[in-house]
């Protein structure tokens, strides 16, 4: 059903949702924000004689929307990377790896301090921690973090120097996998795919979670969770319903009413939001056509209408969009593809980077930061 394993476990979302979305991005200090340059951060890995070696690829995003090698191009990262997020303030890159040995996993949150220059700094801050296979996302303020597992999900609190400590593990449904958080930074969801729900949660001050609920999302499995900046949420399932499926939320208990399901005859795998809430795009992966779905968004009721044809994008699963609102990013294994977005939201092809060669050479989550 899927591409491979590695495509599951690395939706990103972004800063209040995936991975991203697939996207995270954060915003650093500065005094004019258009002296801020944005840098771009890709989770990649690779196999070598049996076993894989992970890296951090580190880009400035040109104003013209291109990736751009920073020096040194990669850090190294560790033997097993699983995703990948950004702070808000801009000053740190987080990676969750886990590590195979003598039969048993361990799994390390790892926090890379952001220099002046978009590089990040080489020796990163280590927090192991019980858990950690599925994608983790930040809440909007960068305070917490959560991480999907099992038929559990896990909070932590992030302290001033880069470690995380445990905040609460509480029950969720069958294979947890993907957890997506309100703009407010109020409510955190998570999305089981195995038993066709999303189950509700309230966020405590100290990033305690509390249950609230569930509503069911039959007859769709859920694999992916993103929020509107207006504060909708979309859910992907079973890519083979080829839907997408959008709710609201109560602002007052955190509710989920479900709205409406958009099917575009497509296999979706991932989407994005641009900054504004005004335009939405979809990553499918088709068997032997994969391609990328433009889509114009009802910011009062959150209604999702196609834009445009799609946009053939071969081996492209995950799509990021750049802190700016400007550009669109879509990752391919070896490559990403880039693109410029018009002035109605319409993509325009920005050509693309090839990744580092080597066989078996995979992209699996992009984050961004604006210094």
Do not use: H
Request: hydrophobic share 35%.
């Amino acid at each position: 059903m899927m591409k491979s394993a590695a495509k599951f476990r690395l939706p990103v979302i972004a800063s209040g949702s995936i991975c991203f979305f697939l996207l995270i991005f954060a915003f650093g200090c500065g005094s004019n924000p258009a002296d801020r340059k944005t840098y771009a951060y890709v989770l990649t890995s690779q196999q070598v004689g049996g076993s894989s070696t992970g890296a951090l690829a580190q880009f400035q995003v040109t104003t013209d929307g291109e990736l751009t090698p920073l020096d040194p191009p990669t850090v190294s990262i560790g033997t097993e990377p699983v995703s990948l997020a950004a702070s808000p303030d801009g000053k740190y890159v987080y990676a969750l790896e886990n590590a195979l040995s003598q039969g048993a996993y361990t799994f390390t949150f790892l926090r890379f301090s952001i220099n002046n220059d978009g590089t990040l700094a080489p020796k990163p801050v280590t927090s192991t921690v019980p858990s950690g296979d599925y994608p983790f996302t930040l809440s909007p303020d960068g305070r917490f973090a959560f991480v999907p597992w099992g038929n559990t999900v896990t909070s932590y609190r992030i302290n001033t120097s880069g470690q995380f400590t445990l905040a609460s593990t509480v029950s969720a449904g069958s294979n947890a996998c993907t957890v997506a958080i309100d703009p407010t930074g109020q409510f955190a969801f998570v999305g089981n795919y195995l038993d066709y729900s999303i189950s509700e949660y309230k966020i405590g001050a100290d990033g305690t979670l509390t249950p609230t609920g569930s509503i069911s999302s039959n007859p769709t499995a859920v694999y992916f969770l993103g929020f509107s900046p207006e504060g909708f949420l979309y859910s992907i399932g079973d890519p083979y319903t080829e839907t997408l499926a959008e709710y609201s939320v109560d602002t007052t208990t955190g509710t989920l009413t479900e709205l409406n399901d958009l099917a575009n005859g497509q296999l979706p795998f991932s989407f994005a939001f641009d900054r504004t809430g005004a335009y939405a795009y979809m990553a499918n992966t088709n068997e032997g056509g994969d391609s990328i779905s433009m889509f114009t968004v009802d910011k009062t009721t959150g209604t999702l209408a196609s834009s445009g044809a799609d946009i053939p994008t071969p081996g492209a699963y995950q799509i990021a969009i750049d802190p700016t609102g400007q550009f669109v990013f879509a990752l391919a294994g070896g490559t990403v593809w880039q693109f410029k977005i018009g002035s109605t939201g319409t993509l325009v092809s920005n050509g693309k980077f090839p990744m580092i060669a080597g066989n078996g050479e995979t992209s699996g989550a992009i984050a961004f930061a604006r210094r």
